[in-house]
T-cell receptor, first 111, second 110 residues
Framework: ETGVTQSPTHLIKTRGQQVTLRCSSQSGHNTVSWYQQALGQGPQFIFQYYREEENGRGNFPPRFSGLQFPNYSSELNVNALELDDSALYLC??????????FGQGTRLTVV | QKEVEQDPGPLSVPEGAIVSLNCTYSNSAFQYFMWYRQYSRKGPELLMYTYSSGNKEDGRFTAQVDKSSKYISLFIRDSQPSDSATYLCAMRVPAQKLVFGQGTRLTINP
């Protein structure tokens, strides 16, 4: 186990709804990154937070937003859900830009 | 062209075989190279992490990096059924995001 925990593990939402996913980083880590993994694909970078500031963003629309809290836990918010948002959402934590350790993921299904 | 190319497989080998998994990349600025193992419906697990050309060994696993050819490999010796998983290569420029390959689905047959 990596010490990175994500909640919930599974989620079903309706198109157009909003969703919040949560990540608790490993103790001692100050950097959290979020990735989207479609079935049969490698993870795609959404954005990264370093010491509560956004520190890089991938090619995702503004309806994907995030937050990092003073305890370095993080949230991923997705507004106006689309069917193509169905995927495994992965959170990874690290100390600065050292090795990244992943949580078990949240599987989101949009119907 | 994708920054990181990985043969998606699937790859099926008998127990005890030596497995070779490979990735090529186009961005010469990549300096850190990783291999992750991902079991079905789980998050990726870090197997190997290296930042220099050459070989790094950890038990039955050997990671090889050839920066001049922009090519990395993971070798698994004495493969076991428990090694059956998807293997992801990942790499990054210093202080930037991880860029992943597509993943190779590996099955080890008893």
């Amino acid at each position: 186990e990596t010490g990175v925990t994500q909640s919930p593990t599974h989620l079903i939402k309706t198109r157009g709804q909003q969703v919040t996913l949560r990540c608790s980083s490993q103790s001692g880590h100050n950097t959290v990154s979020w990735y989207q993994q479609a079935l049969g694909q490698g993870p795609q970078f959404i954005f990264q937070y370093y010491r509560e500031e956004e520190n890089g963003r991938g090619n995702f629309p503004p309806r994907f937003s995030g937050l990092q809290f003073p305890n370095y836990s993080s949230e991923l918010n997705v507004n106006a859900l689309e069917l193509d948002d169905s995927a495994l959402y992965l959170c990874a934590s690290s100390f600065d830009w050292d090795e990244a350790f992943f949580g078990q993921g949240t599987r989101l299904t949009v119907v | 062209q994708k920054e990181v190319e990985q043969d998606p497989g699937p790859l099926s080998v008998p127990e005890g075989a030596i497995v070779s998994l490979n990735c090529t990349y186009s961005n010469s600025a990549f300096q850190y190279f990783m291999w992750y193992r991902q079991y079905s419906r789980k998050g990726p697990e870090l197997l190997m992490y290296t930042y220099s050309s050459g070989n790094k060994e950890d038990g039955r696993f050997t990671a090889q990096v050839d920066k001049s050819s922009k090519y990395i490999s993971l070798f698994i010796r004495d493969s076991q059924p428990s090694d059956s998983a998807t293997y992801l290569c990942a790499m990054r420029v210093p202080a930037q995001k991880l860029v992943f390959g597509q993943g190779t689905r590996l099955t080890i047959n008893p």
